[in-house]
């Protein structure tokens, strides 16, 4: 008898997860047989449900909020990328029974952004809005991206300041609070604080988005974000959500345990059409 191929996302909550969704589209374009489902785990169950999910077979998982630094810690091995992040998204099962832990987070965001949106890195000044674990794992993506700088606001500054200082070594970064932004320009804002899906917005001081400039919120949702909305009233060339990104961390999970490359512009285009 074949068993089919089982990953899963694990995450808490996770009913609205739309990882599922995406892996199956994956799996039928690319005619790969395999089962990919959602589990919900609080914190406090991570270990034993990592360990029954592997021990009954399963191949690969995802792991969301609030899990990824607690995957980090369960894996085995880690990629490079993962542990510069400390924090992993997709754990997949070795030949050796040995579990590796990868971040795709950062890879997903660069792709939709540069690939999907035509939104140039090089040169670029940029502000990352945020200091928890989505922009831990952004940071040295964006920075091999040969940009001009980047800088790191936080409601926490020395949480800010501490980030940027582990990643001084790639590329110029720097981190500060909210106020420290007045009177500065930033070619593109990416916001990586939870704040949009609670409503809110960090504050913000005028003309922080220079002539041109982009606006790129990770957090998505059926209706523009309050980040987007800030984005397209301050004039943003392009104002974002993160739905691109999500598809695309998923596809490079995918790639990971399929060696196969989805095409992600018809899923993304798919989930965009079903939110309008
Ligand atoms: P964390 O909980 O690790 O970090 C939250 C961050 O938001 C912290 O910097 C925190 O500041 C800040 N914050 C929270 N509330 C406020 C507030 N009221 N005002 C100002 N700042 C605030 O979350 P993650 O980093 O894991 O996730 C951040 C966002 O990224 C979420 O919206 C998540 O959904 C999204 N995401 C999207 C992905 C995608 O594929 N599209 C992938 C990964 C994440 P402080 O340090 O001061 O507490």
């Known amino acids: 008898m074949t068993l089919i191929d089982r990953y899963a996302v694990f995450g808490s909550p996770i009913k609205h997860s739309k990882?599922?969704?995406?892996?199956?589209?994956?799996?039928?374009q690319t005619g790969q047989a395999l089962e990919y489902g959602a589990q919900e785990v609080p914190a406090g169950q991570f270990p034993a449900a990592v360990a029954a999910f592997?021990?009954?077979?399963?191949?690969?998982?995802?792991c969301t909020i609030p899990l990824k630094e607690l995957a980090w810690v369960y894996a085995d091995i880690k990629t490079e990328r993962a542990r510069i992040s400390k924090a992993v998204n997709t754990?997949?099962?070795?030949?050796?029974?040995?579990?590796?832990?990868?971040?795709?987070?950062g890879i997903g965001l660069v792709t939709d952004l540069m690939r999907n949106h035509s939104v140039t890195l090089a040169g670029s000044k940029i502000l990352i809005l945020g200091a928890g674990g989505a922009s831990r794992g952004i940071i040295a993506p964006v920075l091999e991206q040969s940009v001009h700088s980047i800088v790191i606001a936080n409601r926490t500054i020395d949480k800010a300041i501490d980030l940027a200082a582990e990643f001084q070594k790639k590329g110029s970064i720097t981190g500060c609070g909210f106020d420290d932004l007045k009177n500065r320009q930033f070619d593109l804002i990416i916001n990586a604080?939870?704040?949009?899906?609670?409503?809110?917005l960090p504050p913000l001081p005028e003309a922080l988005l220079a002539k041109n400039g982009v606006c790129y919120d990770l957090a998505y949702s059926n209706e523009p974000t309050v980040f987007v909305r800030w984005g397209l009233g301050n004039k943003a060339l392009k104002s974002l959500d993160g739905l691109g990104?999500?598809?695309?961390?998923?596809?490079?999970?995918?790639?990971i345990w399929r060696g196969i490359r989805p095409k992600t512009r018809p899923v993304i285009e798919l989930l965009n059409a079903e939110r309008m």
């Open 91 to 105: 754990l997949t099962l070795q030949a050796d029974g040995s579990i590796l832990g990868d971040n795709t987070d």
């Open 193 to 200: 604080t939870s704040t949009s899906l609670s409503g809110q």
């Open 245 to 255: 990104m999500l598809v695309e961390q998923a596809a490079e999970a995918f790639f």
């Open 54 to 62: 592997f021990a009954g077979g399963g191949k690969g998982l995802n």
């Open 19 to 28: 990882s599922p969704r995406i892996h199956k589209i994956f799996a039928e």
